[in-house]
């Protein structure tokens, strides 16, 4: 997968700018959004699994760890079917955060944006290929570990469902932050 250009709009907000970004900080973004689309490796997996509601959790088909909470009840009701997704820009982007950041910070900034912009559209774009022309009503929003009351502690679990660490690099630390830091996992219902 390649990476389309970047919105620099989206980029922009993650750093609080809501209207058209002053002209230092415009140049900024319009040089660095083509280095960032250059050096990201952008990647995902999936794995399609049968949905099960007992007992107040719901289990996944070859998953042994139940996922609780009432949020991905409530997220998965009348879905007999998910989507479980890992996507990650690569270490490069975190790479490319550090390098900046020891010549500019403001361009480090502006650098990070532009990666959280991307790993979005990886996300995006990895939803448009999964589900093709299946109406967008025919299936929930992308829930990750972490929202609600659906315990952090999935990633894991998440990440050796999908062989994550082999297939494209994705693991967890022991906190259960994604590393690469540009990365999602997340749960995509399906009625």
Do not use: H
């Amino acid at each position: 997968m390649t990476l389309e250009e970047i919105s620099i709009s989206e980029a922009a907000r993650y750093i609080g700018i809501r209207t058209v970004p002053d002209e230092q900080t415009a140049e900024l973004f319009e040089r660095y959004e083509k280095i960032v689309r250059s050096r990201l490796r952008p990647a995902y997996v999936y794995r399609v699994a049968e949905i099960d509601f007992k007992e107040g959790s719901v289990v996944l088909s070859g998953m042994d760890v139940p996922l609780t909470g009432k949020s991905i009840q409530k997220l998965l009701e009348g879905c007999n079917r998910a989507i479980i997704l890992g996507a990650t820009v690569s270490a490069e982007a975190d790479r490319l955060i550090r390098e900046t950041s020891v010549v500019d910070m403001a361009a480090a900034v502006v650098v990070d944006a532009l990666c959280s912009a991307a790993i979005e559209q990886v996300c995006d774009r990895a939803e448009t290929e999964i589900f093709g022309d299946m109406p967008k009503n025919m299936r929930t929003y992308r829930f990750s570990p972490g929202y609600g009351d659906l315990p952090i502690e999935l990633q894991k679990d998440w990440l050796n469902y999908l062989n994550a660490q082999r297939r494209i690099g994705l693991s967890c630390t022991d906190s259960y932050l994604l590393t690469p830091t540009k990365s999602v996992t997340a749960i995509i219902g399906i009625r």
